[in-house]
């Protein structure tokens, strides 16, 4: 059964929808998103209610997300609203507001929940086991303790990128004295949590001044993948970039290329509040999470929806086989080539050397060499590439990303006519590129030994010779298997060359 699900979040800066598409075979995939800047936290009357002028942006906002909601025929639409709401006591009135004039069921949720499902959105996207985990807001900063990947502990607290820069006139350049006044402000309030005091572990940031913090890191680095999910920052990088932030007008800080310029007014207190964090924590590390609330929200409807637990044990075998199921791979032939490739690393370590994390990230490969099908099956494999460099692969480091795309782009043999002058060059080095082509030849061996995808020859067994010259690939078939053996053999030149063993294939008895 297919589902379209929304999910609506109303903070205290923006106003996100995402709609994500739940198909036939269990597959998702985002297929729209909107972010409206609303500014509910930009202050309170004296009565403590929202102000009427991002009110009224709030609801049109809304308005445009309802009307996107009914174009895209959504099944469901989950709507939360956080601090600015939260705060205010007019917040369950304005709630009731919206529900009338767009229809959108928006929730006030506490900030336990929002840290709550914070921590959900990163624990099933980002293979961390251990972590403090912040979502940096307009009006609030939401933290959870992640051990072993369980959550230990979440907190809310009262400052965000919006408010702070009111509290603190932040908007333009801040003096020396101010900024000291700023972080002690911060540190006082998070050291009231002991369980923050020297972690020593990566802070994982969601929200939007994490990605901007991210975004302009990378422009300075003319860091070559735009991807900013995993990105990660040490902490004298990130102290280069306050640096520079903290020298710069606002003026001059909507000039800086990577930072949204509707965010250069709050971007001074959002990256304070930062600077806090590492110094009370003792992090040395910023890992950047494009994931948070909404992927949490979506994470719970969609697997509660499946009776399945809401953390997810394996992301990148989850995310994988999500990717597998969207591009209506042959699941049969991927999983069983996969088995294949599975036998080949184990029976050959002794030749190929590769690490442990290599039997994993073969198994990725494997599972998606074929998904470029659905682009064109002409020259499959570089379409294969493609995807993987840029498919929703959840538990990889960016490096790891780049080198799956070019082992699944090699499956059919190894050449560096595509990948040679692309982004590859500037995460893989020499040793990489190694490993690439040892993992791209088992995964050739094991594509040819199904070369009719009839699984014909279902099952093997490896065998190396005494004199460890020769790999005597016994076979097991259900029928003719002359197509496999012919393609498989044609890969023996290549075999000797990486792995110095002579490939030798045979019935078994």
Known sequence: MTERVAIVDLGSNSAR?????????????????????????????????????????????????????????????????????RAASNGPAFVEQIRQETGIPLRIISGEEEAWLGYLGVVNTIDATDALVFDLGGGSTEMALIRNRQVLHTASLPFGAVNTTELFKTKDRITPSAFSELTQHIQQQIKALPWTKNTNLPLIGIGGTARNLAKIDQRRKQYPYPKLHNY?????????????????????????????????????A?????????????????????????????????????????????????????????????????????????????????FHKLEARNRALLRVASLLHDIGITVNYYD????????????????????????????????????????????????????????????????????????????????IEPVVSGDQKRLYLRYKAAGPCALEVLATNRHARWFKKELGLELVLSPAE
């Open 17 to 85: 929808l995402i709609v994500t598409h739940v198909y036939h075979n269990g597959a998702y995939n985002l297929v729209y998103q909107q972010k409206e800047s609303v500014r509910l936290g930009s202050g309170l009357t004296d009565k403590g209610e929202l102000l009427p002028e991002p009110m009224e942006k709030a609801v049109a906002a809304l308005k445009n997300f309802a009307y996107m909601c009914r174009l895209f025929s959504v099944d469901a639409i989950i709507a939360v609203a956080t601090a600015a709401v």
């Open 232 to 268: 990660r920052m040490g902490k004298i990088s990130f102290n280069d970039l306050l640096n520079l932030l903290l020298g710069t007008t606002y003026s001059q800080r909507k000039k800086i290329p990577g930072l949204n310029a509707e965010r250069a007014d709050i971007i001074i």
């Open 270 to 350: 959002g990256s304070s509040i930062v600077h806090a964090l590492f110094e009370a924590t003792g992090s040395n590390r910023l890992i950047t999470s494009g994931c948070g609330v909404r992927e949490g929200l979506f994470m719970q409807h969609y697997l509660k929806g499946l009776n399945q637990p809401v953390i997810i044990d394996d992301i990148l075998e989850h995310s994988t086989q999500n990717m597998l199921r969207f591009y209506k791979a042959d699941e049969h032939h991927a999983n069983h080539v996969t088995d294949m490739a599975d036998q080949l690393f184990a029976v050959l370590e002794p």
């Open 380 to 459: 499959h494999a570089r379409h294969s590439a493609y995807l993987v460099e840029n498919a929703r692969l959840f538990g990889l480091t960016h490096r790891e990303q780049m080198l799956l795309s070019v082992v699944a782009g090699w499956h059919g043999g190894a050449s560096s006519k595509y990948f040679r002058g692309r982004i590859y060059t500037e995460f893989l080095d020499e040793a990489d590129w190694a490993v690439a082509r040892k993992m791209a030849l088992l995964l050739a061996i094991a594509e040819t030994l199904d070369e009719t995808q009839t699984r014909a020859i279902h099952s």
